[in-house]
């Protein structure tokens, strides 16, 4: 099991932070964009009705030239605080649209679903952002699923509803990710142009032995499905929850059972060898 995350603990990584140790991080998370010291992991999603891999989630780390490889736990909720999250997105979106750009080229038809933070929706140019990125790198919109959270839509529902629905219109899928751990009403989902619900992993992990995780995931997959959405569950870890899941009807999984965020290098021999089997 490869280990990740930091070697050395960094006090400007706790929110308790002072100014300076904030003003010290932010210039470094601007020149990690500069000096692209970013990289995306892709976690590949199975599609239960066809057994096939069809997506991957793309999940960005941060290569800190001392630090090592930073999980993003660590360093988006910052970055959402002091506003570089903007420039982070920007890079994301850029990679993952070049990214499957070449994929579909090469024949493998992987729809990329891509994490916003719910500042990113209060953006009012991302849409044009999106559009030229799209562009510059030949890619479609209907190749990509939007990952937001129930908060990016609390925080200010007028400001986020018309941004998804801007994305919506230019053909993204849109996914509510981190279901049920929000604070959203469903009159409030019911009026966004979603195409599925993720069930977050804190429902999924220990399902099998969780009365209450187990009511609340059917409860999850019932509902998407009574609303005519498509579901799907991450943290899928062990073969009894695969199964439980495949039971209940779930359309996708997402989990280290599956496979583990994996960079492109590893990725492609691990769908090859999937593809083979
Ligand atoms: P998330 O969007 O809920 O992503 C799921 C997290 O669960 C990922 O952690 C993934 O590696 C992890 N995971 C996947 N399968 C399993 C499993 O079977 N068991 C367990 N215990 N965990 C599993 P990761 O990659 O560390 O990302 C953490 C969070 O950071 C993400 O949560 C997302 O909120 C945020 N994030 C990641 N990439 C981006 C990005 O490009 N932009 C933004 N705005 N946020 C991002
Ligand atoms: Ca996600
Ligand atoms: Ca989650
Ligand atoms: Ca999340």
Known sequence: RKRMGCAVYDPRFDAEAGNHDRLSLTGELRQAVEEDQFVLYYQPRLDLASGAITGAE??????HPVRGLVPPDQFIPFAEQTGCIREITQWVIGRAFEQ????RASGLALQVSINLSARDLLDPELPQRFAELLA???ASPQWFLLEITESAIVDDPARAHDTVTRLHEMGFGLSIDDFGTGYSSLAQLKRLPVAELKIDKSFV???AHD???MTIVRSVI??????GLSVVAEGVETDEVHQLLHDMGCDYL???HICRPLPVAQLEP???RDAAQ
Not at 58 to 63: D, S
């Open 222 to 227: 019932d509902l998407a499905h009574n609303m």
């Open 270 to 272: 691990w769908l090859a």
């Open 205 to 207: 992990l220990d399902m």
């Open 136 to 138: 510059r790198h030949g």
């Open 211 to 213: 009365p209450d995780d």
């Open 254 to 256: 997402q989990g280290y």
């Open 58 to 63: 793309a999940l960005v780390r941060w290569q």
């Open 100 to 103: 499957c750009a070449r994929w």
